[in-house]
């Protein structure tokens, strides 16, 4: 059985830094997709930046040149450096993984890291 463990949220001042990854485990298979998500208070769930294993990356606008995206295949892992952060920024966030094959899509999450950024 595929999960996703993510470490890395916690309380940080704006303008600070925090990292946050995520493990896969329960499968050999290498990913489609992997990549983050967030929900702030009151909002809709987000994306907030993907890599699939073409190494194509897809980044919100609201977080472009302030966060970074890692993916490391081989393991299964999907980091997210987040720079420069903003109160806004203050969410749930959510490590995302894709596995697609033979017409079958299938979506993992994983149980959510809070990041609170203190203005």
């Known amino acids: 059985q595929v999960q996703l463990a993510e470490s890395g949220g916690g309380l940080a001042q704006a303008g600070g830094s925090l990292r946050l990854s995520c493990a896969a485990s329960?499968?050999?298979?290498?990913?489609?997709?992997m990549g983050w998500y967030r929900q702030g208070p009151g909002k809709e769930r987000e994306l907030v930046a993907t890599?699939?294993?073409?190494?194509?990356?897809v980044y919100a606008d609201a977080v472009k040149g302030r966060f970074t995206i890692t993916r490391d295949t081989a393991k299964n892992t999907v980091d997210l450096q987040m720079n420069s952060l903003k109160s806004e920024d203050t969410a749930v966030y959510y490590c995302?993984?894709?596995?697609?094959?033979?017409?079958?899509?299938?979506?993992?999450w994983g149980q959510g890291t809070q990041v609170t950024v203190s203005s």
């Open positions: 995302y993984a894709v596995l697609a094959s033979y017409g079958e899509r299938q979506v993992y």
């Open positions: 329960g499968t050999l298979r290498t990913f489609n997709v």
């Open positions: 890599r699939s294993s073409a190494r194509s990356t």
